[in-house]
């Protein structure tokens, strides 16, 4: 079993800079996918970013070149940073976790989900 916590959401300006961060508990952080996913009010939930094991990385186009997502092994935490911030960015995010060695990008892929932290981008 897995728990994720989310962090770092809050209110942000267009143009500006947040970080989450994503807690997991366990001690097999490092054997995880993990993933990104954001839900805006009466959309669909989607996909923002994820990486492997190994470090590979797959982007949203919405987000590429915007947001980075890291993690560190040693702390059981991914970071999304998030630079040039844009009101449809406005959503509450997610993290997710699966036992796997390959990136995905489709929700149903997850087995682990956060409560979600909530970003709001002002214009």
């Known amino acids: 079993q897995v728990q994720l916590v989310e962090s770092g959401g809050g209110l942000g300006q267009a143009g500006g800079s947040l970080r989450l961060s994503c807690t997991a508990s366990?001690?097999?952080?490092?054997?995880?996918?993990m993933g990104w996913f954001r839900q805006a009010p009466g959309k669909e939930r989607e996909f923002v970013t994820a990486?492997?094991?190994?470090?590979?990385?797959a982007y949203a186009d919405s987000v590429k070149g915007r947001f980075t997502i890291s993690r560190d092994n040693a702390k059981n935490t991914v970071y999304l940073q998030m630079n040039s911030l844009k009101p449809e960015d406005t959503a509450v995010y997610y993290c997710?976790?699966?036992?796997?060695?390959?990136?995905?990008?489709?929700?149903?892929?997850?087995?682990?989900w956060g409560q979600g932290t909530q970003v709001t981008v002002s214009s």
């Open positions: 997710a976790a699966v036992l796997s060695i390959v990136v995905h990008t489709a929700p149903l892929s997850y087995n682990y």
């Open positions: 366990g001690r097999t952080f490092s054997s995880y996918t």
């Open positions: 990486i492997s094991r190994s470090g590979n990385t």
